[in-house]
């Protein structure tokens, strides 16, 4: 199984600043790797597939990169929806595995 | 708008079972693999089960291997998970999710990016 780890637990920002987000899979999983958005009482909305293309809709603000082991989910200025969880999900193998999500709190 | 609702959550002793529902509509559910995915309370993504467009494939965790059944009937848009010998870490929030790729004429099922979630159903295990 890949086992995928998200860093940091909780990442405390400023609306306006930068964000980063980091996901490393414990194999390779080439460029296999999703990024989720989860905000209370709503459905999870796909931001990101294959690392780096984003989902239909996703702000420009929101961009992926990476390939292998390491990933990052970028967001260029916060604003305020952003505030939310985010996991990453790598989906090279079976069984799917997601990280344990990075909560992006208002500092 | 495509929209997946789950339904069938509920409240079961250990050693029960219950079968979740859910109902797809917006798009030609035939045409693409589904999953299960479970949350349980304040932790994280948890993938349970997946199953092909026609039916004919499915992948399960080893979690719920053996206790689990992923099915579909596709004249009813409808996706279903039969869940037996249930344990108190099987309670969770039961989300269904719609694979990103259209896989008509797919003989394997492929992994894949889940582009909607629904809201999800709440099975709670408890004596």
């Known amino acids: 199984e890949v086992v995928v780890t998200q860093s940091p637990a909780t990442l405390s920002v400023s609306p306006g600043e930068r964000a980063t987000l980091s996901c490393r899979a414990s194999q390779s999983v080439s460029t296999n790797l999703a990024w989720y958005q989860q905000k209370p009482g709503q459905a999870l909305r796909l931001l990101i597939y294959t690392a780096s293309t984003r989902a239909t809709g996703i702000p420009a603000r929101f961009s992926g990169s990476g390939s292998g082991t390491e990933f990052t989910l970028t967001i260029s200025s916060l604003q305020s929806e952003d505030f939310a969880v985010y996991y990453c999900?790598?989906?090279?193998?079976?069984?799917?595995?997601f990280g344990g999500g990075t909560k992006v709190e208002i500092k | 708008e495509v929209q997946l609702l789950e339904s069938g959550g509920g409240l079961v002793q250990p050693g029960g079972s219950l079968r979740l529902s859910c109902e797809a509509s917006g798009f030609t559910f035939s045409s693409y693999a589904m999953s299960w995915v479970r949350q349980a309370s304040g932790k994280g993504l948890e993938w349970v089960s997946a199953?092909?467009?026609?039916?004919?494939?499915?992948y399960y965790a080893d979690s719920v291997k053996g206790r689990f059944t992923i099915s579909r009937d596709n004249s009813k848009n409808t996706l279903f998970l039969q869940m037996n010998s249930l344990r108190a870490e099987d309670t969770a929030l039961y989300y269904c999710?719609?694979?990103?790729?259209?896989?008509?004429?797919?003989?394997?099922?492929?992994?894949?990016?889940?582009?909607?979630w629904g809201q999800g159903t709440m099975v709670t295990v408890t004596s």
């Open positions: 999900q790598q989906y090279n193998n079976w069984p799917l595995t």
């Open positions: 999710t719609k694979s990103r790729r259209d896989s008509s004429g797919w003989t394997q099922l492929s992994t894949d990016a889940f582009d909607i």
């Open positions: 199953i092909s467009g026609s039916g004919s494939n499915t």
